[in-house]
């Protein structure tokens, strides 16, 4: 495991880079399957590393909460050198209800990670919608807990989520995430 903090070179107001991924649900997903939301919490994440499965239960609670609010995790991590990261590991906990984002998506090629600038898991990213496109509104940390045993204190993620969902801007600055470096092929 190799720690990392987020780091990309997307800013508040650039649109989300498009993608289309197959969905553990086995269905696919486009930034257009969204269409309907007034955000989107896209996280590139994993099942094996232990920051990634801390924020679990809590990426799961954002998505009950907020109907208006898509939560897309991207699995980009290479499947061959992390087994439990695999698109079978994936379907699995979506089935048994472990997940329950909204999607829980397969970058296979991982270019969609690096058109993010994604380097970590979880490496999150709450775009608002402006018209007809996605735009920017915060990239950062989840929470205060920056380590898997820590319990969180503050939610800056939930924070962004009721600013952008009010028509605010977030008001805090980008705090990176911390977590297991993508594993890049």
């Known amino acids: 495991m190799t720690l990392m903090e987020s780091d990309s070179n997307l800013e508040r107001g650039d649109p989300a880079p498009p993608f289309e991924l197959p969905g553990a649900d086995g269905e696919a997903y486009a930034l257009e399957s969204f269409a309907d939301r007034d955000a989107l919490l896209v996280v590139f994440t994993c099942n094996h590393c232990p920051y990634a499965r801390a924020k679990v239960d809590h990426l799961n609670d954002l998505a009950a909460a907020y109907d ?19 698109f079978e590991e994936m379907r699995e906990r979506v089935a048994d209800g472990r997940i329950r984002y909204d999607a829980y998506l397969r970058d296979e090629s991982q270019d969609v990670a690096r058109s993010y600038g994604a380097v970590c898991t979880p490496d999150p990213f709450l775009f608002v919608r402006e018209g007809d496109e996605f735009v920017l509104a915060y990239h950062g940390r989840l929470d205060d807990a920056t380590n898997p045993d820590d319990e969180p204190t503050r939610f800056y993620g939930r924070d962004a989520i009721e600013a952008v969902l009010a028509g605010e801007s977030v008001e805090h600055d980008d705090l990176p995430s911390r977590g297991c470096s993508i594993k890049w092929r």
């Not at 980009?76 to 050198?81: H, Q, R, T």
């Open 68 to 86: 208006e609010v898509a939560v897309v995790g991207i699995n980009p991590n290479d499947e061959e050198a992390y087994p439990e990261d695999s």
